[in-house]
């Protein structure tokens, strides 16, 4: 079946300006979560989203990053007014149930995308 | 200091030698632990899953948890060179959804 996909795959901006990321999970999953992929820091979590609702937005690095979900589906990052230090890979992977109960789901990637700010 | 170490390296072996991957933590409520297997330009993969201290055996892959050490290990024997990637451990405490990475070992295998 399909995997979890992301668009665009490049995204080149000049700094200053804003950008939308989207990631499509795998049919199904209710778990969606963001990280940010750095040279040299490994991926570091950004945000997490139950359905629609986002109980967990500790890693949001400013407040010029955001994102939602909409039906229980699409979810889009947001990041407004970018600086050169938000270059990364942006990856989003989604597991299909709560979690709570079994301490942990397995979490399936997409393949980012790649911000590079100019 | 980060929550989890891991030797960036590059790590390079000969084809068909044993491979091992480490990463040392700090958080003792760490319970679930993870690696991951990325090819470049590609998206994480989870490769193995252990729960709690232990040993996990998938093939050719065997996973160690040392918890009392804070410090677990991926063993790969028979190393071929599709396996050549960057390397991930990954860890979260019960219930918790966010996972805390290291930031990966890149691995070359030579034919």
């Known amino acids: 079946g399909a995997g979890v996909s992301q668009s665009p795959s490049n995204k080149v901006t000049e700094k200053g300006k804003d950008v939308e990321l989207r990631c499509d999970p795998i049919?199904?999953?209710?778990?969606l979560y963001w990280y940010r992929q750095s040279l040299g820091q490994g991926l570091e979590f950004l945000i997490y989203?139950?359905?629609?609702?986002?109980?967990?937005k500790s890693g949001l690095p400013s407040d010029r990053f955001s994102a939602e979900r909409t039906g229980g589906s699409v979810s889009t990052l947001t990041i407004q007014r970018t600086q050169q230090e938000d270059s990364a890979v942006y990856l989003c992977?989604?597991?299909?149930?709560?979690?709570?109960?079994?301490?942990?789901?397995?979490?399936?990637f997409g393949p980012g995308t790649r911000l590079t700010v100019l | 200091q980060k929550e989890v170490e891991q030797d960036p390296g590059p790590l390079s072996v000969p084809e068909g030698a044993i491979v091992s991957l480490n990463c040392t933590y700090s958080n003792s409520a760490f319970q679930y632990f993870m690696w991951y297997r990325q090819y470049s330009r590609k998206g994480p993969e989870l490769l193995m899953y252990t729960y709690s201290s232990g040993n996990k055996e998938d093939g050719r892959f065997t996973a160690q948890v040392d918890k009392s050490s804070k410090y677990i290990s991926l063993f790969i024997r028979d190393s071929q060179p599709s396996d050549s990637a960057t390397y991930l451990c990954?860890?979260?405490?019960?219930?918790?959804?966010?996972?805390?990475f290291g930031t990966g070992t890149r691995l070359t295998i030579i034919p």
């Open positions: 992977a989604s597991s299909p149930e709560e979690g709570a109960s079994i301490g942990t789901d397995t979490q399936y």
């Open positions: 049919s199904g999953h209710t778990a």
């Open positions: 990954a860890m979260t405490e019960f219930g918790n959804e966010k996972l805390t």
């Open positions: 989203f139950q359905g629609n609702s986002a109980p967990d």
